[in-house]
């Protein structure tokens, strides 16, 4: 019991992890390079019921990442609304080692009776105990991707639209794999979750100053800084005063203190309650069966033993560009991403 907690409580609080862990391999360097043409406007008008099955446009001449099995389309559900780009060939899906485990970590905006939500964190967390190693590849929120039987968005909004059908379908067209499990955390089950642990100490790397609901303009020092949920989520939320790749190393430092804060608990004595409270907040559908295998590698872990490497769809990684509708996105650069995921999911 006290294994599975800490691994249920390394997955619900990873989702707040878009980035590199500090002292930890970064593979990110060496991802730049050369900026690529925006892909070109396609007027909405283009597209009508008579040409729907054409829109998708075949990129014969994007490389094919070593290590992947051929795509299909018909594998995929075709396009039912216009994109403002066209739609690219699905990158086929990584042929991964034996053993190997993706969860895909959501933390969603969702508050209480609130339909409409986004789910701003997109994360995979790819599990290998054979190698004692552990993979945490993050992706921005407003990524242009195409979500199969929908339209070319940003990916924060596909599990809205088609749930985790749709969007394990959009990981596999776009990324090349498609995940085992998932976990979806919103706001309330993050401040639950580090309420539950007494708290965090969060080494701070930079001062920041925002405004804060009820406050105004909070400010927390570089250096150790005591939070309880409320100031944790506003820490990783704040976007004010730095934009979203900032975001993404304050988030990799609130997931540090969380699994330190977990060790130092007696998780034996506190593992009912601790796991009382996972099961009220988070959504998943991972059982205690697909947990088995991975307790070792837990173990390992918590041990100071085995490989976490981080990685991140970057600002190297992509393109900025404007939607027919006055929108910020970003176009995922493929060829870079593609070898990216390719060292993430351990692919000779």
């Known amino acids: 019991m006290a294994t599975r907690v800490l691994l ?3 997955l619900a609080g990873s989702f707040l ?28 008008a283009a597209f009508d019921s008579e040409i729907q099955d054409l829109t998708v446009a075949l990129q014969e001449s994007r490389p094919q990442i070593s290590g992947m099995l051929p795509a299909h389309f018909d594998d995929f559900l075709p396009p039912t609304l216009g994109s403002d780009i066209d739609i690219p060939a699905p990158v086929g899906r990584f042929i991964q080692p034996a053993g190997q485990v993706n969860v895909l970590l959501l ?5 209480p009776n609130d339909g409409g939500f986004r789910t701003d964190v997109v994360l995979l967390l790819t599990l ?21 039987g ?15 059908e749709m969007t394990a379908d959009m990981l596999e067209y776009n990324f090349g794999v498609r995940p085992d499990h998932y976990v979806l955390v919103n706001f309330g089950g993050f401040e639950t979750i580090v309420n539950a642990l007494g708290g ?9 100053t925002d405004e804060r609901d009820g406050l105004g303009d909070f400010s927390v020092p570089a250096g150790p800084v005591s939070m309880d949920g409320e100031t944790a989520l506003w820490y ?32 034996l ?51 900025p560009f404007t939607t027919s509708m006055g929108g910020a996105v970003l176009l995922p650069n493929f060829d870079q991403v593609l070898e990216m995921m390719r060292l993430a999911l351990n692919v000779e």
């Not at 965090?200 to 920041?208: C, D, K, N, R």
Request: charged share 15%; with cysteine.
């Open 150 to 164: 929908w339209h070319v968005d940003r990916i924060n909004g596909v599990f809205a639209k088609g749930g985790i």
């Open 107 to 111: 933390g969603s905006d969702q508050r």
């Open 17 to 44: 992890l878009t980035a590199c862990i500090p002292g930890g391999r970064s593979p990110l360097a060496g991802f730049g390079g050369p900026t690529p043409t925006p892909t070109p406007f396609l007027p909405a």
């Open 269 to 319: 004595g506190r593992a009912p309650e601790l796991y009382a409270q996972y099961q009220q907040t988070v959504t998943t559908d991972l059982e205690l069966k697909d947990l088995l295998p991975l307790f070792p590698l837990a173990s390992d872990l918590s041990a100071g033993q085995g490989e976490i490497a981080r990685y991140a769809v970057g600002v190297d990684l992509v393109t």
């Open 200 to 208: 965090i100490t969060v080494q701070v790397a930079q001062p920041l």
């Open 8 to 10: 249920f409580a390394l």
């Open 236 to 267: 990783v939320r704040s976007r004010g005063t730095s934009s979203d790749f900032d975001r993404t190393l304050r988030t990799q430092e609130v997931l540090v203190a969380m699994f330190h804060r977990l060790l130092s608990l007696d998780a």
């Open 128 to 148: 290998n105990p054979n190698q004692k190693s552990v993979s945490l590849t993050s992706f921005p929120r407003d990524l242009y991707v195409y979500a199969p």
